[in-house]
């Protein structure tokens, strides 16, 4: 068992940023990837971005590129999401999500085997 808790969500204004965090513990050996997730009221959940547990290749939907940026402490067995140039539409409940299979595909939600319990993240106008 992998156990995830995200942190750092919280209002805040267009252009402003934010950093998220998912606090990994338990099997934490077992992680191959780490993705962020989101989901809007009335909408899918939705890939943000995904990585390596140990780094290595990232991957960001369109909309966050040169915005976003996952990293990884291991030290720490947290994931961070830091979110620079936000607006509006970014305003959802954020997710971490860890996957311990390998091979599996990082952009669907259920590749993924553990979930935290989500952080809200508003950006007003």
């Known amino acids: 068992q992998v156990q995830l808790v995200e942190s750092g969500g919280g209002l805040v204004q267009a252009g402003g940023s934010l950093r998220l965090s998912c606090a990994a513990s338990?099997?934490?050996?077992?992680?191959?990837?780490m993705g962020w997730f989101r989901q809007a009221p009335g909408k899918e959940r939705e890939f943000v971005c995904a990585t390596g547990w140990s780094g290595g290749i990232t991957y960001y939907v369109d909309s966050v590129k040169g915005r976003f940026t996952i990293s990884v402490d291991n030290a720490k067995n947290t994931v961070y999401l830091q979110m620079n140039s936000l607006s509006p539409e970014d305003t959802a409940v954020y997710y971490c999500?860890?996957?311990?299979?390998?091979?599996?595909?990082?952009?669907?939600?259920?590749?993924?085997?553990?979930w935290g319990q989500g952080t809200q993240v508003t950006v007003s106008s």
């Open positions: 338990g099997r934490t050996f077992n992680v191959y990837a």
């Open positions: 999500a860890a996957v311990v299979v390998r091979g599996r595909n990082y952009f669907p939600p259920n590749e993924y085997d553990y």
